[in-house]
């Protein structure tokens, strides 16, 4: 069977030198392994090798250099034989010519237009031969001289020629696949920070704490862009500014960017520090350390922000990252809103529950029927305000002449005054049945309420005992708003006797008055309730108010009178809520 | 069965944390505890084997971040070994491998700690 070389020899003719043949062959067996070698490889910096290093086996050139363009930038991607570090140096691109070409040959236009070609021809580089691939420019290859000195021949120019083209086809080829590898990460990335967002979805509706909320948060945050600093400030719109987490950054950095959070909550979205327009806010956070701010939105409201340090991998927060941080921490800034929301109608559903127990404790305290006594009349009225605020009236048949009459008025609100009042009227109700002057009453009352109860707690009371055999009526005022007293239309000297408000002092002494009641007088005892009622203006009832009603309607029957002052009131606060109970107790001797 | 869990073995200065199953916001807080126990008890020198987690999220990966400050501070460090492909996937693309030592066998990742073991 007739060899390659047979055929060589048969189409070259005899007259052509063996020698000629052997090059040729030598030349094309090059090629085919170079082809072969070259497009087994996708891997870039593979195939540049070969390409470089084949020629310059076959040749013995000394030195060569790959320059591949990329975004109108030639960049040095392989150098062999030159002592320089070269690699990965930068050119603008420049026209060269789209064949072998000597660097030497080229004009002094072109050698002026860049500073490529004095680098090239300092490296001592000879020939350039440029890559091209579907009629595109990829790079060039350079080589230096060959070890004989001698110049390229034409023949050694074609070689150089033929195996570039089949380099540049494969450069395309890994280019390409360099260039979806690219895609394919950023894919990657994309669908790693879908699975964060939903991750933390799931962490953040699994819980309704906002240390955990912010927690989740911030693992997420610092695995995420690799970062090991990080602060979360809250804005609360009654408490300020609250340092809600922070780590890696010390308490007092933070403290000093305080004047900087009003700036930082009407951010819109994730920013640079560098981009904070505001001067000072700006180098606070770059003194702190902070590289990037995103703000927390939920239902258009800032909740507060999110202040992140740089990333420990080196890399820079990128657009895609900053888009990512928005969402992430809107998504927790609407869990934040959610637990809040939650933990107010859990508060709220307890307060109501308390209010509601407060009610029915006052309720099982006030008398429900009043006694019937021949000569006089006795009514009670007590309207508990939504906060139930510790009033508290009595009516006690001692004997069947003689009938104690109290109110009282508990400091503060809900079940901790219902159940003072209810200990009050405990108290109350088996001493009365002793024989016991009233004042040595009211001050057992007294010393019981100052030891059972905190400092803050006292209790404005008033006692007074009817004897309707001699219509005296005996009292002990023990700070309470005095009572009204009113005969034939004419106010008379209120019953002001007795000593300090229960519970203040644990030896307080108190002092009994008497007074005698005639046919048609009437004792009016109320709580503040009555004379602090407040119109939407912010202004009081007062004093006066009720001693002109009583003035005036001193006749009516009690349930009537109430009724009118009840009326009264409500007019005079023209809708504003009522803020506090209102209680009203009177006695009236009855006309003969 | 439990989602996540973490094996702690001492060997000598060296602390070998086993993590196995899924390590994600749920289940960080746990593996949280496991680090901050060693931190109190100055354990410095940390290998983390995650031939068993399944999956990792960023909440998991933030947790080491919290860490790696106070544990290189202290001449320590948190290393990891035997990372199944798919695990490894996303500590790559978050960029972990420029911060942490990656290695493929228990022994090897124990054996850099190994001037902390002599003075031990």
């Not at chain 1, 640079?272 to 770059?286: F, G, K, T, V």
């Not at chain 1, 005698?516 to 407040?534: F, R, W």
């Amino acid at each position: 069977m007739p060899s390659y070389y047979d055929y060589l020899l048969e189409k070259f003719g005899g007259d052509n030198d063996p020698d000629e043949i052997n090059r040729r062959l030598l030349e094309l067996s090059s090629l085919f392994e170079i082809s072969r070698t070259l497009n087994a490889s996708l891997e870039l910096s593979h195939i540049l090798n070969n390409v470089l290093l084949i020629p310059m086996g076959r040749l013995l050139i000394s030195r060569g250099l790959i320059l591949l363009i990329r975004d109108s930038l030639c960049r040095v991607e392989l150098a062999k034989g030159i002592r320089e570090p070269v690699e990965h140096r930068t050119f603008p691109a420049v026209p060269l010519p789209e064949e072998a070409f000597e660097i030497s040959a080229l004009s002094e236009t072109q050698a002026s237009a860049s500073e490529l070609i004095p680098f090239l021809r300092r490296l001592q580089l000879q020939v350039g031969i440029p890559f091209i691939s579907r009629n595109r420019v990829l790079g060039y290859v350079f080589y230096g001289n060959k070890l004989s000195r001698q110049p390229f021949s034409e023949a050694e120019l074609n070689f150089l020629t033929s195996l570039a083209n089949i380099g540049a086809t494969a450069i395309q080829n890994a280019l390409q696949l360099e260039e979806i590898r690219q895609v394919n990460r950023e894919l990657d990335e994309k669908i790693q920070q879908l699975k964060t967002i939903f991750d933390i979805g799931e962490g953040l509706l699994s819980t309704l704490d906002e240390q955990e909320i912010l927690k989740i948060l911030c693992y997420s945050l610092a695995g995420q862009m690799t970062i090991t600093r990080y602060a979360v400030v809250l804005n609360h719109p009654r408490q300020g500014y609250q340092l809600a987490i922070h780590k890696g950054y010390a308490r007092e950095a933070l403290r000093r960017l305080e004047p900087a959070f009003a700036e930082l909550f009407h951010l819109n979205e994730a920013t640079h520090c560098p981009n904070i327009s505001h001067p000072q806010a700006r180098q606070a956070l770059e003194d702190a350390g902070v590289a990037v701010i995103i703000p927390m939105h939920s239902q258009g409201k800032c909740l507060g922000v999110v202040l992140l340090g740089p990333k420990v991998n080196g890399q820079p927060f990128r657009a895609v990252d900053l888009e990512f941080l928005t969402t992430l921490v809107n998504q927790a800034a609407i869990s934040l809103e959610n637990a809040r929301l939650f933990r107010e109608t859990l508060e709220k559903q307890r307060i109501e529950e308390e209010l509601n127990v407060a009610r029915t404790i006052q309720m099982q305290l006030l008398p429900k029927q009043f006694p019937h006594v021949p000569g006089y009349a006795i009514h009670g009225l007590n309207l508990p305000s939504k906060q139930v605020g510790g009033d508290y009236f009595d009516i006690i048949q001692i004997a069947p002449h003689r009938i104690a009459l109290a109110i009282g008025d508990v400091t503060g609100k809900s079940v901790p005054a219902a159940l003072l009042m209810a200990n009050l009227q405990s108290a109350l109700r088996i001493m009365i049945g002793e024989d016991i002057p009233l004042p040595r009453i009211v001050a057992r009352l007294n010393r019981l309420i100052y030891q059972n109860t905190e400092a803050d707690k006292f209790i404005t009371f008033f006692i007074g005992i009817l004897n309707t055999r001699n219509h005296a009526f005996t009292y002990v005022n023990a700070g309470h708003n005095y009572p009204l007293w009113c005969r034939r239309g004419r106010l008379r000297a209120p019953l002001t006797t007795g000593g300090i408000i229960l519970g203040i002092m644990e030896e307080a002494v108190y002092e009994a008055d008497t007074i005698y009641l005639e046919p048609g007088d009437v004792l009016l005892a109320y709580t503040d309730g009555i004379t602090e009622a407040t119109n939407p203006q912010g202004e009081e009832t007062g004093e006066a108010f009720l001693e002109t009603l009583l003035e005036k309607h001193h006749q009516l029957p009690l349930p009537e009178l109430f009724e009118r002052i009840i009326q009264e009131i409500h007019a005079f606060s023209a809708g504003a809520a009522q803020q506090d109970d209102i209680t009203l107790l009177g006695l009236k001797r009855l006309d003969n | 069965m439990e989602k996540f869990s973490v094996t702690r073995t001492d060997e000598g200065a060296v602390t070998l944390l086993s993590l196995k199953g899924f390590l994600d916001a749920h289940t960080a807080q746990t593996f949280e505890n496991v680090l901050k126990t060693l931190m109190n008890e100055q354990r410095y020198a940390i290998v983390v084997d995650m031939s068993e987690l399944d999956y990792i999220s960023s909440a998991g990966m933030g947790i080491f971040m919290g860490f790696i400050e106070e544990v290189r501070e202290n001449q320590g460090d948190i290393k990891f070994c035997c990372v199944n492909p798919r695990v490894y996937k996303i500590f790559d693309l978050l960029g972990f491998p420029n911060i942490f030592e990656f290695y493929a066998t228990r022994e090897e990742a124990i054996g850099q700690f190994k001037n902390i073991r002599d003075h031990s």
